[in-house]
């Protein structure tokens, strides 16, 4: 595992070296279930493990926001039992961990249409919101019944309704003026994408925010994802020049000006 020192972590994420925004699909619980011979939702319990051990992980290493895709959009379609334990799951995790989250600075935002859930569930996610909006340390997004398609279709409605109360022009609309209407608006674009459990495929994820996002997939399931796996992505993250549509001399001027 890379050790970094306090101070040098600052200016490496300065650089562009160290990521500002991770953003992980958390893949691979039914799976680890499967090889113990273990109920899928044993899974999804061990995967909140994880989900801790990364979060305070990403607190230490001064990663401004965390985004994890916990339930998408196109999970409803799953066993309604599983359904269930994952619904459950989430709710029993935002009560249990909120105030620790508080404790340690962390800001918490759930990104998803909300309104598919139950009111219970909706209070909860509202009131961990609100009591830790104030926060100035490790932003925590948890994408929930979110599709990134869902996300540019809210982005694009919200924008028309704009134009069509005369607030925006038409004709002045560029690419960048979505981006105020897409869910993860006020904050840094993803840097660094991991999906774990060996699929190589984005899943109906962030697909507007992903665009020059660095992607990282390994085999590993989530529930044995913990920090020296973390420390493995982001040491790949670290040696890649990004380019962003330039050449690689012009990045190294730039780089060593
Ligand atoms: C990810 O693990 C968790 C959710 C989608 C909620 P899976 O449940 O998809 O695990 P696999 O892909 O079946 O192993
Ligand atoms: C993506 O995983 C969604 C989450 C991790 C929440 P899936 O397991 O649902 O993705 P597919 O169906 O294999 O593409
Ligand atoms: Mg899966």
Redesign the pocket.
């Known amino acids: 595992m890379t050790n970094y020192q306090e101070a040098e972590i600052q200016d490496l994420v300065l650089s562009g070296q160290l990521p500002r925004h991770v953003a992980i699909i958390?893949?691979?619980?039914?799976?680890w279930a499967r090889k113990r011979n273990l109920p899928?939702f044993a899974?999804?319990r061990f995967?909140l493990e994880s989900v801790r051990k990364i979060v305070s992980e990403c607190a230490k290493r001064n990663v401004e926001v965390l985004t994890l895709f916990?339930?998408s959009s196109e999970?409803w379609k799953r066993p309604q039992k599983e359904v269930g334990v994952?619904m459950d799951l989430f709710m029993t995790a935002l009560k249990q961990e909120v105030k620790k989250l508080h404790k340690n600075n962390v800001r918490l935002k759930i990104v998803g249409g909300r309104e598919a859930f139950k009111p219970k569930l909706q209070a909860l996610i509202q009131d961990a919101e609100d009591f830790t909006q104030e926060n100035t340390g490790l932003t925590l997004v948890i994408a929930a019944n979110y599709g990134g398609r869902w996300d540019i279709m809210q982005a694009m409605k919200r924008m028309m309704e704009d134009v069509m109360s005369e607030q925006r022009s038409m004709d002045s609309l560029g690419v960048g003026d979505l981006d105020q209407y897409m869910s993860l608006s006020e904050l840094p674009e993803p840097d660094l994408f991991i999906r774990t459990?060996g699929e190589q495929r984005i899943s109906n994820f962030l697909l507007w925010q992903l665009a020059y996002t660095e992607l990282y997939f390994t085999e590993t399931l989530?529930p044995d994802f913990d920090e020296s796996e973390l420390a493995k992505a982001i040491d790949s993250f670290s040696s890649r020049q990004r380019r962003f549509g330039r050449t690689g001399e012009q990045v190294e001027q730039v780089a060593g000006a």
């Open positions: 958390m893949d691979g619980n039914g799976r899928r899974g999804h995967g916990a339930f999970n994952l459990g989530w």
